[in-house]
């Protein structure tokens, strides 16, 4: 995937006049920041540096994630047509761009909440000139976590809840989606990810939402006690200021990441969810299925089965299954 032409335009705006150097001397510092126990107790983005190279290395990167999950979920309840989206701990505003894009035929308010003023800030910049009326007239306000969250036909939190204690992620999964009518939450694709994952979507449950993706359904995880853990991964196009920010020469990199999303409407039955990469031997194509019965079950495709095969030979990674 590439970044909406605006937004790529707007970071490109945003770094334009910063040295380079300064640029990847903050976000080395950053990265040691994330991987220090306890950082939740200090803000991470220390001023307007830190938000423009934390956006330059890290919103690609989050806007994919969160695109992909938003996506998935618009596939599975095409109904959902969100009018106001209030986007928790957005910083500068990628999971903000993402909803605009998918939902871009009925999204008409936008207010995006964080801790961190300069990171609202540089979303504000960042949203001036988009495509989108949205987002150009977007709210950003900064505020404490946890804490009240306006209502809302969809509510997005995404990459926050790490930075929060156990008990307050509760807190803020709880508020987020005590007045929306659809929530998604997204964390990176690693096992404390999935962890998070999984708590947020028992809360969702208790609290009487059904689950729209990626899961087809509302029952227990049958991947938990198991080595494995529910993820999925996209891939984004680096331009040259982010391949440098990353230091590797791939023109992509595949975001890793972790997401449920759940709604109060009624959901019908669902078709199962691919959770690995199909494996392909001669006239044969093997899916590892998440079934809407609540177990994991391998399933084999053959060659005689004509279109389904080939369906098979096209399905990827976090498809629904049978298309």
Request: overall charge neutral; glycine content about 6%.
């Amino acid at each position: 995937m590439d970044l909406p032409a605006d937004l790529a335009a707007a970071l490109d705006a945003a770094t334009a006049d910063l040295p380079l150097r300064d640029l990847e001397a903050s976000v080395e510092r950053l990265i040691t920041r994330y991987r220090t126990p306890g950082r939740a107790d200090r803000p991470i983005l220390g001023g307007p540096l830190d938000a423009v190279a934390y956006a330059a290395y890290r919103m690609p990167a989050t806007w994919g994630a969160v695109r992909s999950a938003l996506s998935a979920a618009a596939e599975r309840l095409p109904e959902l047509a969100p009018r106001t989206l209030v986007d928790v701990g957005g910083g500068s505003g990628a999971a903000a761009w993402a909803a605009g894009e998918v939902f871009a035929g009925s999204l008409t308010e936008i207010t995006v909440l964080d801790q961190v003023a300069a990171a609202l800030e540089l979303g504000r910049r960042l949203a001036r000139d988009a495509s989108s009326g949205a987002l150009r007239h977007a709210q950003w306000r900064q505020t404490r976590f946890p804490a009240e969250i306006p209502e809302a036909d969809l509510v997005t939190v995404s990459y926050v809840l790490s930075e929060l204690s156990a008990k307050d992620q509760a807190a803020l999964v709880h508020a987020s989606a005590i007045n929306a009518a659809a929530i998604a939450v997204i964390e990176p694709g690693t096992p404390d990810g999935y962890q998070r994952i999984l708590a947020a979507r028992d809360a969702l449950v208790e609290m009487g939402m059904s689950i729209a993706a990626p899961c087809p359904h509302s029952a227990a995880c049958p991947l938990v006690g198991t080595r494995d853990w529910c993820h999925f991964a996209s891939r984004i196009h680096r331009s040259p200021l982010h391949r440098r920010l990353k230091g590797g020469d791939l023109v992509h990199e595949d975001e890793k990441f972790a997401y449920v999303v759940a709604t109060r409407a009624r959901i019908q039955q669902s078709p199962a969810r691919i959770l690995r990469h199909p494996q392909f031997r001669k006239g044969l194509v093997m899916m590892q299925l998440c079934e809407p019965e609540g177990t994991v079950a391998q399933t084999l495709v053959s060659k005689r089965l004509g279109d389904l095969y080939r369906a098979a030979r096209d399905a990827e990674w976090g498809d629904v299954w049978p298309p």
